[in-house]
Nanobody, 122 residues
Framework: QVELVESGGRLVQAGGSLRLSCARS????????MGWFRQAPGKEREFVASIDWRGGSTYYTDSVKGRFTISRDNAQKTVYLQMNSLKLEDTAAYYC???????????????WGQGTQVTVSS
């Protein structure tokens, strides 16, 4: 069983930066595609970014391209989401997820964290 724990969410001003972390435990394997999702109040959960298990391939939703960067440290079993130039519309609960599918564009995620709240204020 894989466990994912997110951290780093907080209140930040528009234009600011934030780095989210997701620590993975419960599996010795690093062969998981890792993804970040977010859910704003009253909206459906949406995909934000993903990274393949080697860290060599990434995939982003259009609204965060050029502002967010996903990365991973397999030795630490941690995946990061660096968020720059934050906008009000980035306010959401952010969730980390792990997929046994090796495709970075996979839509199938097997394990989910509990989420961390990011609030962007004006």
């Amino acid at each position: 069983q894989v466990e994912l724990v997110e951290s780093g969410g907080r209140l930040v001003q528009a234009g600011g930066s934030l780095r989210l972390s997701c620590a993975r435990s419960g599996s010795i394997s690093n062969m998981y595609t890792m993804g970040w999702f977010r859910q704003a109040p009253g909206k459906e959960r949406e995909f934000v970014a993903s990274i393949d298990w080697r860290g060599g391939s990434t995939y982003y939703t259009d609204s965060v391209k050029g502002r967010f960067t996903i990365s991973r440290d397999n030795a630490q079993k941690t995946v990061y989401l660096q968020m720059n130039s934050l906008k009000l519309e980035d306010t959401a609960a952010y969730y980390c997820a792990a997929s046994t599918d090796v495709l970075v564009t996979t839509r199938r995620y097997d394990y989910w964290g509990q989420g961390t709240q990011v609030t962007v204020s004006s």
